[in-house]
């Protein structure tokens, strides 16, 4: 009821239970001085063995904002942080930590929520924060909607930007992975990580293999190893014309003859991403798309009507369904 009184200055009484709980939870424990930069360095330490490299790298990059929040406030001792302290840093990682957008998507500030408390659970344990100051960071619920993005690249898109690619561009690089992203819809993980070896032509097939001790892991460890059949005659085709006419001949620094490769080595995420994104752009392959202004086909790739890899994997998944081959048949693809 007091919280309710208009007449009471609520802030200064939240902000003397915030630090009356806090003392609470203090009370014999004897907290360690320690500096956000060190305390994420542990934690990233300590959980090195838990994530997948993928997990651990989106975890490093969420902290690393914690700690430029914290060099922002002047917070050089973790002992100092309250449930009032974390909640502000929540609400300027939402608000004002965001480069590309306005704000956070209500599933990546969930993401942003996740990490922060598992973080601040993990401070606890070696005592640089009070105790049970991690259960003070409120869940976060997403709806449906908001979890699942619906963005697919409809398959007459898709079939376009093949035809194209296959009349002009055959076997380079972009035909090649434009064809396994519209073949089986793998994660640009899984795209990476096949080698010479994996395709197997005779067979019209391609191995996913999990080699986390050689730098590809599959997202879901060994159960993502598979054999996957090629549906089209001219995608063989295509990957065998590649690697005889095409492809950088290299070695990685794993002694592996990668199958997708750059002057560099083995393709990387990034370059993937950029490939998908300049060829879904309408520019690219001579149609017609509505720019703010003027641009060329090599600039494609920037274009704001183009999609990611993922839509173009929804897109794969949706067709197959539509369709009507079996769930349990899509998904082992």
């Not at 700690?67 to 050089?76: N, V």
């Not at 079939?159 to 434009?178: D, G």
Request: charge should be negative; charged fraction near 30%; include cysteine.
């Amino acid at each position: 009821d007091v919280l309710d009184d208009p007449t009471i200055d609520n802030q200064e009484i939240r902000d003397a239970i915030d630090n009356h709980l806090s003392d609470r939870r203090s009370n014999g424990q004897n907290l360690l001085p320690i500096t956000p930069e060190e305390a994420v360095k542990r934690y990233l330490r300590r959980r090195s063995n838990e994530l997948a490299d993928s997990s651990l790298a989106t975890h490093r990059s969420s902290l690393d904002h914690f700690t430029r929040w914290c060099d922002i406030e002047g917070i050089d001792n973790l002992n100092d942080l309250t449930g009032r302290k974390i909640q502000e840093y929540l609400d300027w990682r939402a608000e004002e930590a965001p480069t590309s957008v306005d704000e956070l998507a209500p599933k990546s500030e969930k993401t942003q929520i996740d990490i922060t408390r598992k973080f601040i659970e993990i401070c606890v344990a070696i005592d640089a924060v009070p105790a049970g100051l991690h259960e003070r960071i409120p869940s976060f619920r997403i709806s449906t909607e908001d979890e699942v993005s619906e963005e697919i690249l409809e398959r007459d898109r898709v079939e376009e930007v093949l035809t194209y690619l296959e009349t002009y561009h055959f076997a380079s690089r972009a035909h090649i992975i434009w064809i396994l992203l519209t073949e089986f819809g793998p994660r640009i993980g899984a795209l990476r990580s096949f080698d010479i070896e994996d395709f197997l032509p005779s067979e019209k097939a391609l191995k996913l293999r999990n080699r986390s001790d050689k730098g590809t892991p599959l997202k879901n460890g060994d159960a993502s190893e598979r054999s996957i059949a090629l549906l089209r005659d001219k995608s063989v085709e295509a990957i065998q014309a590649y690697i005889e006419n095409h492809r950088i001949e290299i070695v990685d620094e794993y002694d592996r003859r990668p199958l997708l490769t750059t002057r560099n080595g083995r393709i990387g995420s990034s370059t993937v991403r950029k490939i998908v994104y300049r060829w879904s752009c309408p520019t690219a392959i001579g149609n017609e798309c509505e720019h703010d202004e003027e641009m060329t086909t090599s600039e494609a790739w920037s274009c704001p009507n183009n999609v990611s890899a993922h839509p173009v994997r929804r897109g794969t998944i949706t067709h197959l369904l539509r369709n009507e081959i079996p769930i349990n048949v899509i998904s082992s693809r």
